[in-house]
């Protein structure tokens, strides 16, 4: 039985399953069930996982571990590891995404496309987004700013955001 239970915070588990979590987890633990919570993200998302889903992995809190496929990289800037991002991918049961704010579901139709800072992804259904950075000016040499990153994403898809 990997039945959840979502209450004040915490995520309930059945004990002496494997789950796929963050480190540190779980919070607590007794002979029969397992407990899950994250004091920096307080706010828990349960996504229940029909067909193949991107989470990243930072906010995943629990999920049964035989729904992962694999792990990825989900590079913003092309062919660099530096804002790399890392994402698992499930497929089957479900997942309780631990965030910092409130999670808004966002669903692209055919040919839509919807701009996404990279620190505001928690998961997403569909093609794989593609990076945007901003060309670095001459300018940017002697006076240096932070580049803008972002994600886009062109549907259909579907994606989950937090605040950021």
């Known amino acids: 039985m990997d039945a959840e239970e979502i209450e004040s915070g915490f995520v309930r588990v059945a004990a002496g399953q494997q789950w796929l979590s963050g480190a540190g987890q779980p919070a607590a633990e007794d ?5 899950f919570s994250s004091s920096a993200r307080p706010f828990l998302t349960r996504l229940d996982l029909g067909a ?6 930072e906010k ?4 049964p571990k035989r729904s992962k496929v694999r792990g990825r990289l989900l590079r913003i800037v092309p062919f660099s590891f530096r804002n790399a991002i890392r ?8 997942a309780v995404m631990a965030t910092a704010s409130r999670v ?11 701009t996404v800072a990279p620190t505001a992804l928690v998961a997403y ?7 945007f950075c901003p060309r670095l ?10 580049p803008r990153l972002r994600l886009h994403f062109h549907g259909p898809a579907t994606v989950w955001v937090e605040g950021a």
């Open 60 to 63: 995943l809190l629990v999920a």
């Open 87 to 94: 994402t698992y991918e499930l497929e089957g049961g479900w």
């Open 137 to 146: 000016r001459l300018r940017d040499l002697f006076l240096p700013r932070v």
């Open 104 to 114: 808004r579901r966002i669903c692209l139709a055919e040919g839509g496309t919807l």
């Open 125 to 131: 259904l569909g093609r794989r987004p593609t990076g």
């Open 52 to 57: 193949r889903m991107c989470v990243v992995a």
């Open 31 to 35: 002979g029969e069930w397992a407990y």
